[in-house]
């Protein structure tokens, strides 16, 4: 899918669901995934890391945040960054601002959950 499906009005920060199974996942409605199904564990830190995003001022705060270890993505990724859920999977997203210049946030846009390593 190459559109934007669920906006989430936050604090400050608004975040974008790229897919219905990312908003499910967060809202913790029933999954099919056999991906999430089966790691629980990783489903409550998708969570957390969410509610935690939604509760900052700003995504300096994000940067700033050590267990995050907020980067920029380069490759077939550029233009987006990535943090960490844990240290198998990372939470790729993307911003997207009013004026960059201005560092004036329009929304975060939740792209996927990724396994580093695989």
Known sequence: ?????????????????KDQ??????????INNKQFRSNP???????????????????NQ????????YEKLKGNLDGYSSIRLDR??????R???FDYQLNNLKYLEIFEISNHYS
Do not use: C, H, W
Request: proline share 2%.
């Open 62 to 69: 994000m940067k700033q945040y050590p267990a995050f270890r």
């Open 21 to 30: 199974l990312l908003l499910d996942l967060y809202t913790g409605n029933k």
């Open 1 to 17: 899918m190459n559109y934007l499906f669920y906006l989430y009005n936050a604090i400050v920060v608004k975040i974008v669901f």
């Open 41 to 59: 564990n990783l489903v409550e830190k998708f969570q957390l890391v969410i509610s935690r995003i939604r509760k900052m001022d700003d995504l």
């Open 95 to 97: 911003e997207v601002y």
């Open 88 to 93: 198998k999977y990372r939470l790729i997203f």
